[in-house]
């Protein structure tokens, strides 16, 4: 399976253009809110309302018709050390992103998403959950740029650095198209890169992904139930 053909998720951050072919792709489908309730608030302000997440009958993600093993991604994290992917997520439910500091839209609204979902779940099952980001522009984005940006969302988030050569290996075991940031003669960089967060069971497969504007709530319904390996 190979989602760099059906450019699945690519982000074109220059020219705001997303593109979202989930042809080969199960869909799951995407089911209403119930009779709302306000029990968070999104990152930032606003009532997070959640419908009744233990009567919850599937996730609301992207299913995929081949799930993905978990990639032995080794990187840099933001205190400089190594940083062993399977082994410092296993058993634990981890949801993967790639993405840049410096996008203006998408990365930081998907890791503001995650983080309210996250904050409105009980502490038992935020504390089964790993969020880490990649990031597709390794030289701007060193361990200290990666660190501080994200604890502006949730300190325990993790963030990881390399080559962008290595960085681009891994992504494309899963799919996520990756493109070397390019500077443009007016100065601001190009950097490409696919939007879909990948949902590791703490079993360590991947069954499930989210598409660039998952709401919170739909976040929020799932976790748990991937958290139970309910896919």
């Given amino acids: 399976m190979s989602f760099r053909r059906s450019g699945l998720g690519m982000r074109r951050h220059r020219s705001l253009v997303v593109v ?9 489908p995407v089911a209403g809110c119930g009779s709302p309730e306000t029990t968070g608030h999104r990152a930032g302000g606003g009532p997070v309302h ?3 997440l233990q009567g919850a009958a599937g996730v609301r993600g992207v299913a995929l018709q081949n799930p993905l093993g978990k990639p ?31 996008c203006p839209d998408i990365c930081p609204t998907t ?22 980001f990649v990031t597709s522009d390794p030289q701007r984005d060193t361990a200290a740029v990666l660190g501080a940006w994200l604890a502006q969302f949730d300190p325990s988030f993790i963030g990881l650095t390399g080559s962008f050569e290595l960085i681009a290996g891994y992504a494309d075991q899963l799919g996520v198209t990756l493109e070397r940031p390019r500077q443009q003669p007016d100065g601001s ?4 890169h696919g ?37």
Avoid: C, E, N, W
Wanted: zero cysteines.
């Fill in 72 to 102: 032995d991604i080794r990187l840099t994290g933001t205190d400089g050390r190594s940083y062993d992917f399977r082994a410092a997520t296993a058993g634990r439910l981890t949801l993967l992103f790639f993405g840049y500091t410096h």
């Fill in 195 to 231: 939007t879909q967060v990948t949902a590791f069971s703490p079993d360590g497969i991947a069954h499930v992904v989210y598409l660039a504007g998952t709401k919170v709530v739909d976040y929020a319904h799932d976790i748990p139930l991937l958290i139970a390996g309910r896919t």
């Fill in 189 to 192: 960089v190009t950097v490409s």
């Fill in 50 to 52: 959640l419908d009744d």
């Fill in 20 to 28: 979202l072919l989930a042809g080969i792709l199960l869909a799951v």
């Fill in 111 to 132: 890791m503001a998403d995650i983080a309210a979902a996250l904050g409105v779940l009980p502490a038992a099952d935020r504390a089964k959950v790993s969020v880490v």
